[in-house]
Nanobody, 123 residues
Framework: QVQLVESGGGLVQAGGSLRLSCEAS????????MGWFRQAPGKERVFVAS???????AYSDSVKGRFTISRDNAKNTVYLQMNSLKPEDTAIYYC?????????????????WGQGTQVTVSS
């Protein structure tokens, strides 16, 4: 079984920063790609960032240059550093583990999901 637990969400003003963490249980964390998705009220869940087994990364255009995804295999943890936050970044952020080891951006390619952490950015 795999369990993902997100933390680090909160309330910040526009222009501020947050770092989200996702700690994963499981036997072979280092073999899988990981991703972050977000969902605002009344909206679809959308891709934010992903990182492959080999640390190749992908970002949505809306966060590119502001967010950085990274992983620490020794800690079974993936991070999302969020800088220059905007009100439109407000959402519940979900951590996910992919089925494979690559840098997929499709939600259907992720088979384990955390419960989410709320990020609210005020203007």
């Amino acid at each position: 079984q795999v369990q993902l637990v997100e933390s680090g969400g909160g309330l910040v003003q526009a222009g501020g920063s947050l770092r989200l963490s996702c700690e994963a249980s499981g036997r072979t964390f280092s073999n899988y790609g990981m991703g972050w998705f977000r969902q605002a009220p009344g909206k679809e869940r959308v891709f934010v960032a992903s990182i492959s087994k080999s640390a190749f990364t992908a970002y949505s255009d809306s966060v590119k240059g502001r967010f950085t995804i990274s992983r620490d295999n020794a800690k079974n943890t993936v991070y999302l550093q969020m800088n220059s936050l905007k009100p439109e970044d407000t959402a519940i952020y979900y951590c996910a583990r992919s089925i494979g080891s690559g840098v997929t951006i499709a939600a259907s390619s992720f088979n384990y999901w955390g419960q989410g952490t709320q990020v609210t950015v005020s203007s």
